[in-house]
């Protein structure tokens, strides 16, 4: 057998070199294009020939057995994302794949650490299946935190000596954002054990507003990115310490453009643009990698290195051989673009195979998702009562947990608060509502209860069970009553997202695939999303992305201050904290 695999292999590369010396026929060729070279920046009117899926010369008078006038269109390599969440599209990797097919995008690193939480290796193992056999790159890191930390309940729990079984999976490229940087800098036995595990492989970070020595202990620890930085004068230093920095353009955490004056010319490969966290809509309506590379030239920064930023610069970092440039014994993934400008993309090719022409996908298999994880059961919370929800009001300030518009960080806000027989009630007249955290792995019994200011309904009550990175069911509403049917309703449908008004579920979305994915096509999903936040807009809600929000003010790895089943956490002491102080 390894013989015979040897010859075939030696064949294949012997045909390769007759065709990059125009002895044989290439299978394609693109000409007339105007090609982006990476390496030199250079951009020249070149021919592209590939055989068997692999770039064999870019240059002139080569001949294929199909050829393709460009007509002075632009080619560039297919775009890499070096750090999504495929969860946070509410879609599995089969369908989430063809949509981004056609936005140019041909590759992605991706974290599972979301259904992980929920269901540990066998949410991952489920993930690397639904991956395969499909006309797109998906790379996974292995989820570090699984919890994120010990002040929440999650689902699963993965120590170094679980992820061993995930090491030789070839789809698993690294060790995923180490969002335990307390733990590392602390020594933690574990979390020391994942980074040496790793240590051959990338390991990326999370590191938000991390400088000075605690960065560079992380930095020698072997963390090598970070996708959490917001201002200029923490990019910098981490860029000057050697780390790739991932400047973020996704739903709800937007750095672009803060982040993108530190790139230049001398610096670029110390870059890469990722989206994080993406929402079905985004994709829809605005694109994926495509959008990103625009907005950034938009914005002043040179086409090439905005398109280096997507390509080349994550395909080194991650180790991804043959990918993210056009040139000899490179991946034929390559988009053809109208300019460089709109960024309009005419034509998507994978592997040398024609994946996209004018927007319409072309032959992309469909996938059915396990029907295990799709098995309509409700979530595992125990009986609640209204008592569950219940704040004794202490009589000093509160500990509020403030939104920051665009942002994940929040702001700890210390106010007085109404009360009512005792009891803290919300105060829509101040935008100061009850929050809550339901645990719905094990029944528990835990509700973990806190104030929000900065959503502003005015009535009724929201709830999902997409509450980053646990999972547990997270609501917030004007009254008990309403906030308690809302997270029944969640439960019921064996988790999604719900609006409750006037106690009568008014709207929902049923997320069937751990309680996280939908396994609905895209514009199928989006519907249904647009009509759950009409819903919490009649409700008075004033955000944007008022689901995506939500889900990350129970995320106690991003500070100030967060959420979980087990109570509110100061996420700078990392600690459990009670609602009321005296100050």
Known sequence: MRSCNMEDMVESLRRRILAARKEIPA?????????????????????????DGIIIGVGADYHGKEEIVLKDKWVVPGFIDGHIHIESSMLPPSLLAPELLCHGTTAIVSDPHEIANVMGLEGIRFMLEDSRSIPFDIFFTAPSCVPATPLETSGATLRANDLKELIDEPQIIGLAE???FPGVLMGDQDVLEKLILFREKTVDGHCPTLMGHNLQACIAAGIGSDHETIS?????????????LMIREGTSAKNLKDLLPLVTYRNADRFCLVSDDLHPEDIERRGHLDYIIKTAVSMGLDPVIAIQLATLSPARYFGLKGRGAIAPGY????????????FKISSVYKDGLLV????????????KSSARLMEHKPLNIAKLKLDNFRIPHMGTKARVIEIIPGQLLTHTFYEEVKSEGGFVVSDIQSDILKICVVERHHA??????????????????????VAHDSHNIIAVG??????MRAVEEVSCMGGGLAVVLNDKVISGVPLE??????????????????????????????????????SFLALPVIPELKLTDMGLVDVNCFEIVPIFVDI
């Open 513 to 550: 695939i751990a309680g996280l994915m939908s396994a609905q096509p895209l514009k199928t999903l989006v519907k249904q999303l647009n009509r759950v936040k009409e819903a919490a807009r009649q409700s008075g809600c004033d955000l944007e992305e008022p689901f995506m929000n939500l």
């Open 444 to 465: 528990s019994g835990n509700v973990g209860l806190g104030l929000v200011k900065g959503f502003g309904l005015k009535q009724g009550a929201i709830a999902s069970s």
């Open 478 to 483: 004007v009254n008990d009553k309403e906030i």
């Open 178 to 180: 180490m969002m335990n």
């Open 331 to 342: 991946r034929s993934d390559l988009v053809i673009l109208d300019d460089l400008v709109t």
């Open 27 to 51: 299978d394609l060729v693109l000409k007339n294009g105007n090609v982006i070279n990476l390496f030199t920046g250079e951009i020249d009117r070149k021919e592209i020939a590939v055989l």
């Open 356 to 367: 996209v022409d004018h927007g319409e996908l072309l032959n992309f298999p469909v996938k």
């Open 232 to 244: 200029m004068e923490e990019g910098l230093e981490k860029v000057r310490k050697g780390m790739m």
